[in-house]
């Protein structure tokens, strides 16, 4: 084939891919749409509740996996598993450190795949784009930091302080190192995704330690930017790995 009907090759099957993709997404969406139609301000925690909060998550896992592979366990698959556990342990209050415990090893295994060959191959090297990384870095580093020193009089007032604030710490640590290593992927989903990841947990901060008064539709806040999060996040992994098998296949042209 000449370059001009490679090209054409190549958008029909990005094309292809993109219907499949979406395809492939409707359950999330029907699972997501299922949980705001079900959900109510007095809805009183159960096992029903749980798995329909955390089934959204545990789809898109199952997306992952179905076009990434076994392997992604270990990866982004791994770490929205993990999510599922969290958000069936945000439904019980007294268990909102173990369901803290359990987003941060999303993170951890969210960041280790930020760091894998996958998206090292787009990672660029220009001295511009270096200075702009490592600027970004800086300013999530400040903005993470400011927000737990701000956060850190109201974790010594919640019930467990003892473990909440340094519980609270870490995770910070681990969400901010999460962002940061999604700046180096070049997948412009991966990095919108873990942004809205910090915003969605700020916002959730803000109402579970009492920084803000109750606050209307406070908690659809919260799950929308979630359930987007987690989508990108997920949506950038499987480009990622689109895009590596694209650029193998040109170097063996």
């Known amino acids: 084939m000449d370059i001009l009907e490679t090209d054409a090759y190549d958008k029909r099957r990005r094309r292809n891919m993109s219907c499949a993709l979406l395809l492939s997404l409707l359950p999330f969406f029907l699972s997501s749409a299922l949980y705001f139609y079900l959900w109510t301000p007095d809805l009183v925690p159960s096992v029903?509740?749980?798995g329909v909060k955390a089934a959204?998550?545990?789809?898109?896992?199952t997306v992952v996996l179905s076009w990434n592979g076994g392997q992604s366990v270990l990866g982004v698959a791994g770490g929205l598993i993990f999510s599922a556990v969290g958000d069936c342990c945000l439904v019980?209050?007294?268990l909102f450190i173990h369901g803290m415990g359990a987003f941060a090893v999303a993170h951890l295994?969210?960041?280790v795949t930020f760091l894998s060959s996958r998206y090292a191959t787009y990672s660029s090297s220009s001295s511009s784009s270096s200075s702009l990384n490592r600027f970004l870095h800086l300013v999530l580093v400040?903005?993470?930091g400011a927000f737990y020193i701000y956060l850190f009089p109201f974790l010594q007032k919640a019930p467990n302080s003892d473990l909440l604030t340094p519980g609270v710490g870490i995770y910070f640590v681990l969400i901010?190192?999460?962002?940061a290593l999604a700046i180096r992927t070049g997948q412009v989903a991966t990095l919108s995704g873990s942004l809205i990841f910090m915003v969605s947990d700020a916002s959730l901060a803000l109402q579970v330690f009492k920084v803000l008064p109750p606050i209307e539709h406070g908690h659809i806040v919260v799950m929308v930017t979630y359930y987007l999060a987690q989508l990108l996040i997920a949506v950038g992994d499987i480009k990622a790995a689109e895009d590596k098998d694209d650029f193998s296949k040109w170097k063996r042209s």
């Open 142 to 144: 400040i903005v993470g």
């Open 56 to 61: 959204p998550t545990l789809l898109l896992a």
């Open 176 to 179: 901010t190192m999460m962002a």
């Open 48 to 50: 029903v509740s749980a």
């Open 92 to 94: 019980w209050p007294e």
């Open 109 to 111: 295994l969210y960041s």
